[in-house]
């Protein structure tokens, strides 16, 4: 008799334990796919800064061609999406916030002093600062809906040096488009899409 209960209780923990094979099989085979690259910040606050890069990526572009007018028209823009940044609908605390405020207040500054600027010279000044500060911005609120790439020339400003932000890996200076396009080097990649 003792046999015949110690053979039905390993039949019955053998038979439980292949029902719970079975079962999580399928169950994890039915479960929805999970977004590769979720946002870690708000959709307001990723269309917001999304603007703002664009804007930035078209002043670029303006510099490269040495439009004055064109440098002053994606200024404005640019200045209006850095005073309109949702700081209030990114997911950060305090502290973060508050930094990144003082990154925008900063721009928006610069790109104030850049459009009472008459020469191109120093209009190329403050859109290096505002490079740098953009730069700062991105690497705090940990953008996540594109890889931007920073590059540097080391001649640019008399041998002075400075960065930019591009949204490719191609190489386009600012500072020296018609004497040396292709000046430049990648220096940072700025991929928060898996964090």
Known sequence: MRKYLLYGIAVLLASCQNSDQKTTEPVSAHQPPVA???????EAFNLSFGDMLSQYYSL??????????????????????????KLDELKADTNIVATARSYAIGISSELKGLLGETE?????????????????????????RQIIY????????????????????EIRNPYLPKKKLDCGELRDSLDFRHY
């Open 36 to 42: 590769l690259s979720q946002s870690a910040n708000s």
């Open 120 to 144: 191109l010279e120093p209009k190329r000044k403050s859109y290096q600062l505002v490079s740098d500060q953009l730069y700062d911005l991105i690497r705090t609120v940990h953008y996540d």
């Open 150 to 169: 920073q590059f540097y020339c080391a001649d640019a400003f008399s041998d002075q040096g400075g960065t930019w932000l591009s949204h490719g890996k």
């Open 60 to 85: 670029t572009d303006h510099f490269i061609s040495e439009n004055d007018t064109g440098i002053a028209a994606a200024s404005q823009r640019l200045l209006l999406a850095a005073d309109s940044l």
